[in-house]
């Protein structure tokens, strides 16, 4: 979970039940649709303060990107999202640029970063970047669906950097395995080893790989509801209809347990061009 969910407090939910176990169903309805009413756009997740809590990785990434960017003459920040990592920087380059492939997260972005002198490229995930060979000496990226190395590598210029964090193997995969079920292969997926492997074959340097497994909180359904709209690769086509007496045994193990434990993955990774 790529967010930032805000401290621990009890989050504001009846959890009174009745004789017919009505209002524990309005409850439960109640909840369902809190989430599924809540703006999903943009990469902030404040709407989760109070529902939800997830531990941060040690390294500080948005103070490491900050550091680097302090240094860097020119700037690519990869899959923005809604700009929001990015626009904490206090200084850019001359040159900085960030792309984003999802509409809505792009007019999001360039509201956020053109103010700041950074310009928002709308652009497919998929390569060819548009950009020229070794137009960057910093490329960034924080939690991208897709990492393509050699594109990467092609507008690194000579000695450049590339830092990101990385969601790892099986980030969240308690909620959606709960919702779909075992999912062995996919578990496999994203293996910090196996993308500095690739980012090698690429022909960069791999500097630093760091790893984190942390926890989170869900203290209601609509926070998972929250996160699975948002989060829409998570469980692909979800619709709270179609998971709805799933969603129950989950609200229902919430009220017995005070909350549903998940877990993130997240790597760092550096990679350079070598000059
Ligand atoms: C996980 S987001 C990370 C954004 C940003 N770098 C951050 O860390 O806050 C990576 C990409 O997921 C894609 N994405 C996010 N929400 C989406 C949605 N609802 N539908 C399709 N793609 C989405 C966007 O292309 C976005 O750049």
């Given at each position: 979970m790529p967010g930032h969910p805000g401290p621990t407090r009890n989050a504001p939910l009846v959890r009174h039940m009745g004789h017919?176990?009505?209002?524990?169903?309005?409850?439960?309805?109640?909840?369902l649709d809190e989430g599924a009413r809540a703006d999903v756009t943009g990469w902030d997740f404040t709407w989760l303060d109070g529902r939800a809590t997830e531990e941060r990785p040690p390294w500080g990434y948005a103070r490491l990107l900050g550091e680097r960017l302090g240094r860097a003459s020119a700037s690519l920040d990869l899959q923005t999202g809604g700009g929001e990592v990015l626009?904490?920087?206090?200084?850019?380059?001359?040159t900085a640029v960030a792309t984003e492939s999802w509409p809505p997260n792009v007019a999001h972005a360039t509201r956020l970063?053109?103010?700041?002198?950074?310009a928002v490229v709308a652009t497919p995930d998929d390569?060819?970047?548009?950009?020229?060979?070794?137009?960057?000496?910093l490329v960034t990226s924080r939690h991208p669906a897709t990492v393509h190395w050699r594109e990467i590598a092609r507008v690194l210029r000579l000695g450049g950097t590339y830092l990101a964090q990385h969601?790892?193997?099986?980030?969240?995969?308690e909620l959606i395995e709960f919702l779909l079920g075992p999912q062995p292969e996919a578990r496999r997926r994203r293996d910090p080893e196996a993308e500095a492997d690739a980012a090698r074959s690429a022909g960069l340097e791999?500097?630093?790989?760091?790893?984190?497994?942390?926890?989170?909180?869900?203290?209601?359904?609509?926070?998972?509801?929250?996160?699975?709209?948002k989060l829409v690769w998570w469980v692909p086509g979800f619709t709270v209809?179609?998971?709805?007496?799933?969603?129950?045994?989950?609200?229902?193990?919430?009220?017995?347990?005070?909350?549903?434990?998940?877990?993130?993955t997240r790597h760092l990774i550096?990679?350079?061009?070598?000059?």
């Open positions: 017919d176990g009505s209002m524990a169903h309005d409850a439960f309805a109640a909840l626009a904490e920087a206090a200084r850019f380059p001359p970063l053109h103010p700041r002198g950074v390569p060819p970047l548009p950009f020229g060979d070794a137009a960057f000496d969601v790892g193997p099986a980030s969240g995969f791999v500097i630093d790989v760091r790893t984190a497994r942390l926890r989170i909180e869900l203290l209601d359904v609509a926070a998972a509801v929250y996160l699975l709209r209809e179609e998971y709805r007496a799933r969603l129950h045994d989950l609200h229902k193990q919430i009220e017995a347990d005070g909350a549903f434990v998940a877990h993130s550096e990679a350079r061009r070598p000059a």
